[in-house]
């Protein structure tokens, strides 16, 4: 009963993904078409960021800012890198996925290392040797086997994705290690624990992008569309020469609103 409650809400969003899926999903060509940078759900897109906007204002912000004030910066590192050493299954998984046998060799020692080494992951002692951290997603694979993007969505709290991106969370959450051994072994708080350390942690790398974000565009949902999609694919195309979209300075858009997500990512060392 415990593992039905728990999945229960992913059960929801995969049917949801399932039905839209045969008439958004296009190949890579198509994706390059017009129809690609349209935004067909726009209305309810907004309505949902809206109501992000406002929990980050009511609770999430404030949340994060209490982390801060509470919790010294050494430690919310160590946080993000046990966090991020549990996604380490997944990881793996998608690099083999994706046929990128060399990643998934560095990730299979990454998380040997710092399972060991690290202290169960709190501490990143594989970057210390020189293995670097990168991530993957079964969207990103999808991506990789030539499934279009389909149409951008916004999820509640979880912000900017798309079809394909939202389907490929359903399956990495659904395949992950961690929470299907705490749902197999009625653990329900280390679940809950898990999800609300992964929010505040990504809020907190985030937040200030975003509140940049808000104060110095006129039209912040635009913006954070095309930021999103030009990030996507620089990850899908391993372009470690375009920051991820939590380390992003927010461009000034009231001086460009001409972004658009047909902008390719900026060349390797470029910004």
């Known amino acids: 009963m415990r593992l039905r409650a728990t999945l229960t ?30 935004d067909p759900l726009e209305p ?5 960021h809206a109501f992000n906007t406002d929990m980050r204002a009511l609770f999430i912000g404030p949340t994060v800012v209490v ?36 990643r998934a060799a560095e990730t299979f020692a990454r998380f040997g290392i710092n399972t060991t080494v690290g202290l169960f992951g709190s501490h990143d002692a594989a970057a210390e040797m020189g293995i670097p951290a990168h991530d993957e997603d079964f969207g990103q694979t999808l991506a990789v086997w030539g499934v279009g993007s389909g149409p951008y969505l916004v999820l509640p709290i979880l912000g900017p994705s798309n079809l394909r991106d939202a389907s490929g969370f359903v399956a990495d ?13 009625g653990r329900d708080g280390a679940l809950y624990a898990r999800a609300g350390g992964v929010v505040v942690d990504e809020y907190d790398r985030v937040l200030d992008t975003l509140t940049d974000i808000e104060e110095s565009s006129l039209d912040p949902y635009a913006a954070l569309r095309s930021l999103y999609r030009q990030s996507r694919r620089a990850a899908i195309a391993n372009d470690t020469g375009f920051e991820a979209l939590e380390t992003l300075e927010a461009p000034d858009f009231d001086m460009d609103m001409n972004m658009d997500m047909d902008m390719p990512p900026p060349a390797s060392g470029q910004r």
């Open 173 to 185: 959450a659904a395949a992950d290690v961690p929470n299907r051994w705490a749902a197999n072994t």
């Open 67 to 102: 982390y801060r004030g509470v919790v010294p910066g050494y430690a919310r590192n160590r946080v993000s890198d046990f966090l991020a050493n549990l996604r380490a299954p997944v990881v793996f998984a998608n690099d083999l996925l994706q046929g990128e046998f060399g």
């Open 9 to 38: 809400p992913l059960a929801g969003l995969a049917a949801l993904l399932l039905v839209a899926a045969p008439a958004a999903w296009a190949g890579p060509a198509a994706e390059d078409d017009a129809a690609a940078a349209a």
């Open 44 to 48: 309810i897109n907004r309505q949902v």
